[in-house]
Protein backbone atom coordinates (compact mmCIF):
# COMPACT_ATOMS: atom_id res chain seq x y z
CA UNK A 1 0.00 0.00 0.00
CA UNK A 2 1.41 3.58 -0.45
CA UNK A 3 1.18 6.29 1.84
CA UNK A 4 -0.22 9.87 1.41
CA UNK A 5 -1.15 13.26 2.72
CA UNK A 6 -3.61 15.47 2.16
CA UNK A 7 -5.46 18.42 3.12
CA UNK A 8 -8.80 19.82 2.54
CA UNK A 9 -11.15 22.46 3.70
CA UNK A 10 -14.11 20.59 5.24
CA UNK A 11 -17.70 21.74 6.94
CA UNK A 12 -18.69 19.69 9.89
CA UNK A 13 -20.92 19.84 12.80
CA UNK A 14 -21.29 17.24 15.52
CA UNK A 15 -23.94 14.49 15.02
CA UNK A 16 -24.32 11.17 15.78
CA UNK A 17 -24.10 7.77 14.35
CA UNK A 18 -27.31 7.14 14.31
CA UNK A 19 -28.64 10.52 13.50
CA UNK A 20 -26.25 9.99 10.48
CA UNK A 21 -27.97 6.97 9.24
CA UNK A 22 -30.95 8.77 9.85
CA UNK A 23 -30.30 11.72 7.30
CA UNK A 24 -28.78 9.12 5.06
CA UNK A 25 -32.14 7.07 4.59
CA UNK A 26 -30.23 3.73 6.14
CA UNK A 27 -31.51 1.54 9.04
CA UNK A 28 -28.36 0.95 11.33
CA UNK A 29 -26.56 -1.95 11.62
CA UNK A 30 -27.91 -3.96 14.82
CA UNK A 31 -23.65 -4.13 15.89
CA UNK A 32 -23.27 -0.41 15.96
CA UNK A 33 -24.06 2.04 18.42
CA UNK A 34 -26.64 4.82 17.13
CA UNK A 35 -25.34 7.30 20.03
CA UNK A 36 -21.65 7.30 19.08
CA UNK A 37 -20.43 10.54 18.84
CA UNK A 38 -18.98 12.19 15.21
CA UNK A 39 -19.27 14.52 12.67
CA UNK A 40 -20.93 14.99 9.93
CA UNK A 41 -18.32 16.28 7.27
CA UNK A 42 -19.50 18.01 4.09
CA UNK A 43 -16.54 18.20 1.22
CA UNK A 44 -16.66 21.17 -1.32
CA UNK A 45 -20.71 21.27 -1.16
CA UNK A 46 -21.31 18.22 -3.12
CA UNK A 47 -20.32 15.01 -0.55
CA UNK A 48 -21.36 14.49 2.85
CA UNK A 49 -20.05 12.00 5.63
CA UNK A 50 -19.62 11.10 8.57
CA UNK A 51 -16.59 10.28 10.67
CA UNK A 52 -16.08 9.10 14.65
CA UNK A 53 -15.07 11.85 17.20
CA UNK A 54 -12.09 10.63 18.04
CA UNK A 55 -10.85 10.06 13.97
CA UNK A 56 -12.28 13.53 13.20
CA UNK A 57 -10.57 15.93 15.96
CA UNK A 58 -7.44 14.06 15.59
CA UNK A 59 -7.32 14.49 11.71
CA UNK A 60 -8.86 18.03 11.80
CA UNK A 61 -8.77 21.56 13.50
CA UNK A 62 -11.18 24.25 13.45
CA UNK A 63 -10.11 27.33 11.21
CA UNK A 64 -11.06 30.77 13.24
CA UNK A 65 -10.15 33.65 12.26
CA UNK A 66 -10.55 35.60 15.49
CA UNK A 67 -10.01 39.32 15.94
CA UNK A 68 -9.45 40.94 18.78
CA UNK A 69 -10.79 43.72 19.81
CA UNK A 70 -8.44 45.56 22.28
CA UNK A 71 -8.00 49.21 22.46
CA UNK A 72 -4.64 48.68 23.80
CA UNK A 73 -3.31 46.06 21.03
CA UNK A 74 0.29 46.54 20.41
CA UNK A 75 1.75 47.16 16.73
CA UNK A 76 3.21 43.76 16.37
CA UNK A 77 0.10 42.18 17.23
CA UNK A 78 -1.66 44.43 14.47
CA UNK A 79 0.83 42.79 12.54
CA UNK A 80 0.17 39.17 13.72
CA UNK A 81 -3.93 39.84 12.75
CA UNK A 82 -3.08 41.52 9.12
CA UNK A 83 -0.82 38.63 8.22
CA UNK A 84 -3.42 36.14 9.40
CA UNK A 85 -6.23 37.70 7.56
CA UNK A 86 -4.43 38.52 4.33
CA UNK A 87 -2.89 34.63 4.47
CA UNK A 88 -6.66 33.46 4.99
CA UNK A 89 -7.67 35.45 1.51
CA UNK A 90 -4.85 33.88 -0.60
CA UNK A 91 -6.16 30.52 0.99
CA UNK A 92 -9.56 31.22 0.19
CA UNK A 93 -8.56 31.83 -3.69
CA UNK A 94 -5.71 29.10 -3.58
CA UNK A 95 -8.41 26.04 -2.42
CA UNK A 96 -10.69 26.23 -5.04
CA UNK A 97 -8.58 26.83 -7.61
CA UNK A 98 -7.01 23.34 -6.51
CA UNK A 99 -10.34 21.93 -6.09
CA UNK A 100 -12.22 23.19 -9.21
CA UNK A 101 -10.67 25.03 -11.82
CA UNK A 102 -9.64 22.66 -15.05
CA UNK A 103 -6.74 24.98 -15.50
CA UNK A 104 -5.07 22.99 -12.05
CA UNK A 105 -5.69 19.98 -14.21
CA UNK A 106 -4.04 20.67 -17.14
CA UNK A 107 -0.68 21.99 -15.29
CA UNK A 108 2.82 19.78 -14.99
CA UNK A 109 1.67 17.03 -12.13
CA UNK A 110 4.69 18.45 -10.20
CA UNK A 111 3.18 21.95 -10.20
CA UNK A 112 0.29 20.60 -9.06
CA UNK A 113 1.72 18.54 -5.99
CA UNK A 114 4.41 22.25 -5.52
CA UNK A 115 0.64 24.08 -5.10
CA UNK A 116 -1.09 21.24 -3.12
CA UNK A 117 2.27 21.28 -0.75
CA UNK A 118 1.64 25.27 -0.25
CA UNK A 119 -1.61 25.04 0.19
CA UNK A 120 -0.69 22.54 2.96
CA UNK A 121 2.56 25.15 4.61
CA UNK A 122 0.07 27.97 4.46
CA UNK A 123 -3.01 26.36 6.23
CA UNK A 124 -0.44 25.12 8.63
CA UNK A 125 0.97 28.73 9.11
CA UNK A 126 -2.58 30.33 9.23
CA UNK A 127 -2.77 28.07 12.52
CA UNK A 128 -0.18 28.73 14.02
CA UNK A 129 -1.27 32.98 13.66
CA UNK A 130 -4.47 32.18 14.58
CA UNK A 131 -2.91 30.40 18.09
CA UNK A 132 -1.14 33.11 18.54
CA UNK A 133 -3.87 35.82 18.20
CA UNK A 134 -6.14 33.68 20.40
CA UNK A 135 -3.37 34.42 23.24
CA UNK A 136 -3.37 38.43 23.02
Do not use: C
Not at 73 to 98: C, T
Request: hydrophobic share 35%.
Amino acid sequence: MKTYIGTKLIKAKPLNLGDYNTLKGWTIPENENPLKEGYLVEYNDTYISWSPKDTFEESYKEVRLFIPTKENMQPHQQRVIDEAIELNIKLEKLDPFIKNNPIFKTLDIREQQRLTLQFIVMMNYLIILIERIEQF
